[in-house]
């Protein structure tokens, strides 16, 4: 089968490669779309040691089931499905507390590390546990629904807050997380939402799907703004990017007895203003992947509640990838999330 395979730090290869044979309790997926992450486009560098190569990375995808292990009785051949990011093995104490995001034995696709290599979906066909499937509904297209795994990150965050109705909200960063939030909080009954980003297009598009306003970072100093709309701070803060920078700006934007979740994980370490935390006696939560939230976001996107339609940046083919991980990669402007299909 064709696949993208990072064969070294920075550099792409099409080329054929092995096709996946699946065991018993798994099913062969023929992909029809897979998007770009955020966390390949850092991992392509070797920054963050995640993506070593030579590995086909990729883990936001939707295709059609083509081959059935003998022990996934569920699921036939012609099937439209999508999947979890993340392999849990389903044994561990917290996969018997339905937390598999946060699985002993957690595997993810497309990434390889000192741990593990699991290749991933840039490819025609990825072989998938049956327990991670899940069944698309009718007139839910494979484009829509490899937004899905980002969509499931945002859900997993907001049911880490503790949100009411009403309350002021600032989402820092409007990435493809930071824009799903966005989009979460407005329909979760949220009073006001800011959002907070250095890029004029990306903050337009946050006030576009449901922020009241857009501070630019690099015009003004954010967290004044948000004092000076709000008098005391925001109820509840995201943090979508995961820098000092960005971290102690979100600090800074939370009212006296707030909340702050942290969902970025660009560096293993950040500075922290702890006093600042302590002493204004701050909730923290931390947000790590999604936890059953898969079901939730299939029906809000096919109700149309949720509308990603205007974050799918390029459809463009498999064979074409490494140009566009590298446009994703310089930063271009106007480029949010990049979908290929083998």
Request: with cysteine; hydrophobic share 40%; charged share 20%.
């Amino acid at each position: 089968m064709k696949a993208l395979v990072l064969s070294e730090y920075n550099h792409f290869e099409y080329r054929e490669v092995p096709e996946p044979r699946p065991t018993a309790d798994e099913v062969l997926i023929e992909v029809k779309a897979c998007g770009i992450c955020g966390s390949d486009i850092h991992g392509m560098d070797g920054s963050t040691g995640r993506r070593q190569p030579p590995i086909i990375m990729g883990h936001e995808a939707s295709g059609i089931i083509v081959g059935v292990g003998s022990e996934a009785a569920n699921w036939t051949p012609g099937d439209r499905v999508t999947f979890d990011s993340t392999i849990s093995c389903g044994q561990c104490p917290f996969c018997h507390q339905g937390r598999p995001n946060l699985c002993d034995n957690r595997r993810v696709f497309g990434v390889s590390c000192d741990e593990y290599r699991q290749h991933g979906a840039f490819a025609q066909y990825v072989a998938v546990p049956q327990q991670i499937l899940y069944r698309l509904p009718e007139g839910l297209s494979f484009e829509r629904t490899a937004v899905m795994e980002p969509l499931s990150i945002a859900l997993h965050a907001l049911n880490r807050t503790a949100v009411k109705i009403g309350d002021t909200a600032v989402v820092v960063g409007t990435g493809m997380i930071g824009l799903l939030l966005v989009q979460a909080l407005r329909i979760s009954g949220c009073g006001r939402i800011l959002a907070i980003d250095l890029d004029p297009f990306r903050l337009e598009m946050a006030c576009r799907l449901g922020a009241d306003e857009g501070l630019n970072a690099g015009q003004a100093n954010s967290v004044k703004e948000v004092i000076k709309r709000t008098g005391h701070g925001a109820d509840i803060v995201f943090e979508a990017v995961g820098i000092s920078d960005t971290v102690q700006t979100a600090i800074g934007c939370v009212r006296k007895g707030g909340q702050l979740t942290l969902v970025g994980n660009i560096l293993p370490k950040v500075e922290f203003p702890l006093q600042a935390v302590v002493t204004r006696e701050l909730t923290l939560s931390a947000s790590c992947g999604s936890s059953g939230e898969y079901p939730v976001c299939l029906d809000l996107l096919s109700r149309g509640v949720v509308n990603v339609d205007p974050l799918i940046s390029v459809v463009a083919p498999l064979a074409e990838g490494a140009r566009w991980f590298q446009a994703l990669y310089r930063g271009e402007s106007g480029l949010l999330k990049v979908i290929l299909r083998p």
